[in-house]
C-alpha cells in the first residue's frame, strides 16, 4: 500500500505519513473542519529510491559535506535533483495515486511535503520542503509529489539535519495530497505566542487571497495578539497589505492587492471569534502548542496545515498549579552560575537533593522536591514568588540579584512594574520558626566571629572545609552495595551545602566589608576607584591559586616538547585541582582528573607562550603593591580626615585582605565534594553495567534517582537522556526569567549602537585588541593578548584568563566569577554585554573599557 486517505491517518503514524500528514488525520477524525485528502506514505517514496537506485548516489554526494559549506550542499543538491528529476515513478504507485486522485474529486489539489523528521520535538523545518498548490490531473500530481520528494535533498535542509545531528540514515519523506480550498483570505495562528513565549496568548496572522504570501515574507499581514481565554484582543495591527497570492489556471500567481482592501482589516469581529474557537480546539486536541496555517473560504474556516511550535522554551517542571496564580521563576545556571548550559539529569538530581536538605534543615521536614525548585530544558530555576507578594521587599531582592547579573536584574524590575497587580498581594513568605531560632543565631555568629578574628575565621572557614571533606572521602571508602551508594549521596548533598553555607559565614565579613571600604572611600577621598589595586591579588583564593599553580607547572615543564598526564607538575596540579572541571557544578561533567586534555592544552599554549614565570612574579608583585596600596590609601584618608577615620578605614581593610579572597572557597569544597559523590555514582553506574540495565558506567549521570530504583532497564532512557542533552547544549537563548504564562525574559538593555555595545564595568582598565569568541574553552586557540569573548564562565574558565588582554562576558555581575577573575588578574572586563558572541566576531579589532563598560568596535 503506497496511499492512505486522512481519515485512515492519526498521530501514531508519523513513519508512515510524516508529521504534517499524522496532524491532519487526526484534527479531521476529531471533527475539525480539515479539507479532506490523502498520503502518499513513505513505503512510495522508498520505493521510487530503490527502483532508481538513489540511495548509493545520495549518499556518496552528501558523503563529506559540513553545515557551513553553502556552495557544495548548493551543488550536491542540484545533482540529487537532477536525480529525481530523471528518474521514474513506479506504474504501481502511479496508478494507485492517480486512483486516490480521481476518488478525490479530480479537481485542483495542494500538494504538500511531510517529513517523518519534520517538526520533531526541538526541531522545526518548517518552509525547508516544497509545496505546490493548484495541482491539476495525475501526470502533474506525479511531477509534484517527485518536487516533494526531491525537496529532502535540498542544501537548506540537509544543513540543517547535519547541525542538529540527524541522520541521513532511513530519512523518508510522505506528500500530502488535499483537495484545494479556493480561499479569498487566509493566514497563520500560533496558539502560545512565539514572540514572547507566553501560553495563554494566541498570534493570529491574516492576509488576502492565500497563505503562500504570508509563508514566502511577501506582504506584510495584519496581526492579532488575543487572550487565549477570555478571547479578548490584547494588541491588533493592520498593515498595508500590498501583494496577494492567488490561483490561475495552473498553479498560482502574486498580484496588487485591490487598493480598497489594502488598509482594510482582513478579519471582522466575528471571523476572528471563529479563528480563536478554532485554536482553542486544535491546541486541545494535540495536548502541546500548534502552528496552524488556514484558509478561509464562503464563511467557513478550514485548517490545512498543523504542527508543533518548536521554538518556545519549556515550561518549568513541576507545573504550578493554575489556581495559583502568576509565578515568577529565576533561571539559576544564568542568574547564580552565570552558565547557560544545561546541567545533566544527574546534575539536576545533585540539585535537588541539595534544596531537599537545605528544606529539611529549614523546616524539619524532607520533602523529595521542595514547591520552589523547579527545571526546563535542563537548566534550574527557582520560583521566586512568594519573596515577592509585598512589593516593599522589591528593592532589595532586585538589588541582590543585579549585583550577581544586572540584565536578570533589569529585567526583574521591569516585569514586576509591569505585573504589580498580579504579584502583589498574596501571602509573601515568611522565614521558617527553625530557620530563625536553631539556624541564623549561628551563621550570624561566625559573621561576628569574622568581623573580629578575620585570621581566625580564616583558618575555621578552611579548617571546616578540609575536615568535611576527610570524613566525606573516609565514609565512601566503606561503601559496598548500590543501595548504600545512593543513599550516601542522597544524605550528603545537602549536608554538604550546608557546609558551604557556614563556609560563607565565616568570610561574610570580609565580602560585605570591600563594598563598605569603597563607600568609605568614595565618600572621604572622592573616589573610590583608587581602592582598586588594594582588592587585587588578594590571598587564598583557590581558583587563583590554580591559575598560579598551572604556571608554575609549564615553568616545571619548559625542556618538555609537550606535557603529559604522568609528568611529576601535572600530577601535582590533579592532586590538588583535579576535581575541577568546566561546567563543575554539574555532577554529570568529568572531572579533570579523570580527563586531563583541556589541562594539558593549557600547559602546552603557556610552553609554547614562553616565560610562564614572568606571570607568576608579576602575581606576587602585584601582591605586594596591593599591601603598599593599602597603606597609601589610608595615609590619604589620614591626612584628609583624621586618625579614627584612617584606623577604621585599615581595620577594615586588613579584614578585607585576609577574608575575602576566600569567598571562592566555599564553591571550591563543595566542588570537592560534589567530585567524591561522583566517584560514588560512578560505582553504581558499574554495577548497573555489570547487571546489563546500562550500556557503560559513565550512563548513570544520564538517569536519575526514580529511574534507578524502578528497576528497569535503563539503556534506553540513558541514551533519550544523552541525546535531549546534547541537542539542549546548542541552545544559546536561555531566559533569565521565566513566568507560569510562559513569558521569557532574556534580557533588559537597549543596544547602545552599531559601534557600541554597553555592559556592566565589572574589572577596570582599557585594552584594545582582536575578539577571539569562544564558546567553550576546550580547543578555545585564544592568543596571548587577544580579547576573550563568551556567554559566561566559570572557574574551569581561569587558565584562559592568563592569556587573554581583556575578558568580555554576555551575563555576570561585579561578583561573578568571571569578574572576580579579572580583577585578581588585574584586566578589563565588562559583563552583561547582551549578545556579545553574536553580535562580535573573532578577528575584529576592539577596545573594551572595564570602567565605563563599554566595548567599542573599532573596525
Known sequence: MFTRWFTEIGAADLATAGGKGASLGALLQAGLPVPPGFVVLTSAYHEFVAANGLQGAIARRIAHLTPDATEALEEAARQIGRLFAQASISDAVAAEMAAMYRQLGGGPVAVRSSATAEDLPGLSFAGQYTTTLNVTGAVALCQAVRSCW???????????????????????????????????????????NPLNGRRDQLL?????????????????????????????TVESRIARKSVM???????????????????????????????????????????APQDVEWVWRAGQCYLVQSRPITSLFPLPEPLPDPSAGLRIHLCLNM???????????????????????????????????????????????????????????????????????????????????????????????????????????????RVGYGVLSPTGARSRLITLGDRAIARLERHAAGLTDMASRLRFVEEEAGRSFWTAIHQVAYCGAGLRGTEIAVALVERWLGDGTVLHPALQALPDNP??????????????????????????????????????????????????????????????????QGHPGDKVREFRDAAARAEASVADVVAR????????????????????????????????????????????????????????????????????????????????????????????????????????????????????????????PVSPGVYEGQARIVHRPQGSQLQPGEILVTHSTDPGWTPLFLHA?????????????????????????????????????????????????????LD
Open 150 to 192: 526531491a525537496s529532502l535533498w535540498n542544501a537548506r535542509a540537509i544543513s540543517y539535519r547535519m547541525q542538529h545531528d540527524v541522520t541521513p540514515d532511513g530519512l523518508a519523506l510522505a506528500v500530502i495530497v488535499q483537495q484545494l480550498v479556493a480561499g479569498d483570505k487566509a493566514g497563520i495562528l500560533f496558539t502560545a
Open 245 to 287: 497570492t492567488v490561483l490561475r489556471e495552473t498553479g498560482t500567481q502574486t498580484m496588487a492587492v485591490p487598493e480598497d482592501l489594502q488598509q482594510t482589516p482582513v478579519l471582522n469581529d466575528d471571523e476572528l471569534a471563529q479563528v480563536v474557537v478554532l485554536a482553542r480546539q486544535v491546541e486541545s486536541h494535540a495536548g
Open 335 to 445: 542568574v547564580f552560575q552565570s552558565i547557560t548550559e544545561p546541567l545533566t539529569p544527574m546534575g539536576l538530581e545533585f540539585f535537588r537533593l541539595l534544596y531537599a536538605g537545605l528544606a529539611a534543615a529549614a523546616t524539619g521536614r524532607r520533602t523529595p522536591y521542595p514547591a520552589w525548585a523547579r527545571r526546563a530544558a535542563g537548566r534550574m530555576y527557582l520560583d521566586v514568588t512568594s519573596l515577592l507578594r509585598d512589593a516593599r521587599r522589591w528593592p532589595a531582592l532586585v538589588g541582590a540579584i543585579s549585583r550577581k547579573d544586572p540584565i536578570a536584574g533589569q529585567a526583574l524590575h521591569r516585569f514586576l512594574e509591569a505585573n504589580a497587580a498580579a504579584i502583589g498581594g498574596g501571602r509573601p513568605a515568611r522565614l521558617p520558626w527553625r530557620l530563625v531560632l536553631h539556624i541564623l543565631p549561628g551563621l550570624i555568629c
Open 805 to 857: 588582554g581583556a575578558v568580555v562576558m554576555e551575563s555576570g555581575g561585579p561578583i561573578s566569577h568571571g569578574a572576580i577573575v579579572a580583577r585578581e588578574y588585574g584586566i578589563p572586563a565588562v559583563a552583561s554585554v547582551e549578545a556579545a558572541t553574536t553580535r562580535l566576531r573573532t578577528g575584529q579589532r576592539l577596545r573594551v573599557n572595564g570602567e565605563s563598560g563599554e566595548v567599542v568596535c
Open 637 to 760: 584618608v589620614r591626612r584628609g580626615k583624621g586618625p579614627a577615620h584612617a584606623w577604621l578605614l585599615g581595620r577594615l581593610l586588613r579584614r578585607v585582605r585576609v577574608l575575602a579572597g576566600l569567598r571562592e572557597r566555599p564553591k571550591f569544597d563543595l566542588v570537592r565534594a560534589l567530585a567524591v559523590l561522583r566517584c560514588v555514582l560512578h560505582d553504581v553506574g558499574r554495577e548497573l553495567a555489570a547487571q546489563g540495565r546500562l550500556q557503560r558506567a559513565a550512563d548513570v549521570f544520564f538517569v536519575t534517582f526514580a529511574d534507578i530504583e524502578a528497576e528497569d532497564d535503563l539503556r534506553a532512557i540513558a541514551a533519550a537522556n544523552r541525546a535531549q542533552h546534547e541537542r539542549e547544549l546548542a541552545r544559546t537563548a536561555v531566559p533569565r526569567i521565566i513566568a507560569s504564562t510562559g513569558a521569557c525574559l532574556y534580557g533588559a538593555q537597549e543596544a547602545a549602537g552599531e559601534s557600541v555595545l554597553a555592559g556592566v
Open 543 to 608: 581558583t587563583t591559586e590554580m591559575g598560579l599553580a598551572l604556571l608554575e607547572a609549564a615553568q616545571a615543564l619548559q625542556e618538555k616538547t609537550a606535557p603529559g598526564p604522568d609528568d611529576p607538575a601535572v600530577q601535582d596540579i590533579l592532586q590538588r585541582f583535579g576535581h575541577r572541571a568546566v561546567q563543575e557544578i554539574d555532577m554529570g561533567v568529568p572531572r579533570w582528573r579523570e580527563d586531563p586534555t583541556y589541562l594539558l592544552e593549557v600547559l602546552a599554549a603557556y610552553m609554547a
Open 204 to 232: 493570529i496572522n491574516a492576509s488576502w487571497g492565500l497563505g503562500e504570501a504570508i509563508v514566502g515574507g511577501e506582504v506584510s499581514p495584519d496581526q492579532w495578539v488575543v487572550d487565549k481565554a477570555s478571547g479578548r
